[in-house]
């Protein structure tokens, strides 16, 4: 099912997989320049599936216009953001979220991570670093989350690999960025990750702002 949703920065659409009973629900965006068909997207989604979680697929508002340069990353960030809201108000609401993408859709999931209160992060072939130059290093986009993470990562990634660290996994498979050669091994850490996360029937975390005061 494809919902539109309205965002500050644009019409954005999410391609949502309802399962039966959710135990859980994982949203993911896509890379800078493809979609929400790419390989590791599906895979990810059916792993998802296998574990319970209803899946949306979104697609940011510079796609849906039919550009392939992204966006800036406030606009991404705006558009991620609201879509979540409306998501978590919705189709998805009442069950724990985790966030993600591929490349620079995990980018922002990372960066969005409180503002969206995801439970986790889930980072499909994170670009570390533009290729051959490591000191323009995006470690810090990684850092600054305070949930689980999960990075999969291709053994030969030329964007480069995040090292383990606390409350980060690391998953190294077969392939480069685009994640495309080894889909089994990418499926299995994914579910085995989301069913480690628990709270099965947890009321889903309010995203920051939409607390009540402590």
């Not at 406030?74 to 609401?93: I, S």
Request: aromatic share 2%; with cysteine; proline share 8%.
């Amino acid at each position: 099912m494809k919902i539109e949703i309205v965002t500050p920065v644009g019409t954005a659409h999410a391609h949502l997989n309802r399962a039966d009973e959710p135990r859980g629900a994982l949203v993911l965006g896509h890379g800078a320049g493809g979609g929400v068909n790419a390989p590791d997207l599906v895979a990810a989604t059916r792993a998802a599936g296998a574990a319970g979680f209803s899946v949306a697929l979104v697609e940011q508002p510079y796609r849906v216009a039919g550009r392939r340069s992204p966006a800036p990353a406030a606009q991404l960030d705006a558009a991620w953001t609201a879509v979540v809201a409306e998501l978590r108000r919705g189709a998805l609401a009442g069950v724990p979220l985790v966030a993600g993408g591929r490349s620079s859709g995990a980018r922002v999931a990372c960066r969005t991570a409180a503002a969206t209160g995801a439970a986790g992060v889930l980072c499909l072939a994170f670009p570390v670093h533009p290729p051959g130059r490591p000191e323009k290093s995006r470690l810090d986009e990684l850092a600054a989350v305070q949930v689980p993470v999960l990075v999969i990562q291709g053994e030969r990634d030329p964007f480069g690999m995040p090292p383990d660290a606390p409350g980060r996994t690391v998953v190294r498979i077969a392939g480069d960025h685009g994640l495309k050669a080894d889909r089994a091994a990418l499926e299995s850490a994914v579910a085995a990750w989301l069913s480690s996360l628990g709270g099965s029937r947890r009321r889903a975390r309010a995203p920051r702002g939409d607390r009540a005061a402590d």
